[in-house]
Nanobody, 115 residues
């Protein structure tokens, strides 16, 4: 059974930092590309960042230069380092990986950026 479990969310002031983690089980993690998405209240879920099995990364324009995605294959974990956070980054952040019958998703972790 595939499980993606996010952690690390919380309340942070504008300009602050958070690091999200997503622990995966039930997949050959090192072979899977991993992504982060987010969904703000009243908005559609949107793409944030992706890392391939080889370590290549890609970012949405809205987070480029502020967020960094990385992975630790020994720990089956993908990370999202978020710096210079803005109120518009407030959302539930989801971990994602493709599967043979559709994408796998975690339960999400709330990030709130507010003073």
């Amino acid at each position: 059974q595939v499980q993606l479990v996010e952690s690390g969310g919380g309340l942070v002031q504008p300009g602050g930092s958070l690091r999200l983690s997503c622990a995966a089980s039930g997949i050959f993690f090192s072979f899977h590309p991993m992504s982060w998405y987010r969904q703000a209240p009243g908005k559609q879920r949107e793409y944030v960042a992706r890392i391939t099995s080889g370590g290549s990364t890609n970012y949405a324009d809205s987070v480029k230069g502020r967020f960094a995605i990385s992975r630790d294959n020994a720990k089956n974990t993908v990370y999202l380092q978020m710096n210079s956070l803005k109120p518009e980054d407030t959302a539930v952040y989801y971990c994602n990986s493709p599967g043979p019958a559709g994408d796998y998703w975690g339960q999400g972790t709330q990030v709130t950026v507010s003073s």
